[in-house]
């Protein structure tokens, strides 16, 4: 069993990647569950490079915090780390580096932390002002 973690945004996810059927779970659920159609196939990504572990292993996915996308994001990132460190393959990881770096590298874009003055309403909005 590989134990993996994956960040986007304010998005957290922790991936368990074990022997099994490849059956997988996001909190408890299975990907079906999901009304989006483009959250389900972020999901799938690495299982689809990963074509030859992809009925070998179960796959359990706790997510919190952040929205909708930045969960698949960090959901995704977990699952393709977890299926290279279960398979112990440079080819995957550098099949999955080829197809997308952020597969397997934190994107490090997030928010811009708000400014003391004007922290309610947002990084950089300020009043506006006359020079004359």
Do not use: C, W
Not at 3 to 30: F, T
Not at 61 to 66: D, S
């Amino acid at each position: 069993m590989e134990e993996s973690v994956g960040k986007r945004k304010k998005a957290r996810a922790r991936a368990k990647v074990e022997e099994g059927s490849g059956n997988i779970r996001v909190n408890s659920k299975p990907p079906k569950a999901f009304s989006d159609e483009m959250v389900r196939l972020m999901l799938k990504e690495p299982l689809e490079l990963a074509d030859d572990l992809r009925d070998e292993v179960d796959i359990d996915i706790k997510v919190k915090g952040g929205g909708k996308v930045g969960q698949a994001e960090a959901a995704r990132q977990a699952i393709a780390r977890g299926l290279v460190k279960y398979s112990g393959s440079d080819e995957l990881k550098k099949k999955m580096e080829e197809y997308d770096r952020y597969l397997l590298v934190r994107d490090a874009r997030t928010t811009e932390p708000h400014k003391p003055s004007v922290s309610s309403k947002g990084a950089r909005k300020h009043k506006q002002r006359s020079k004359r």
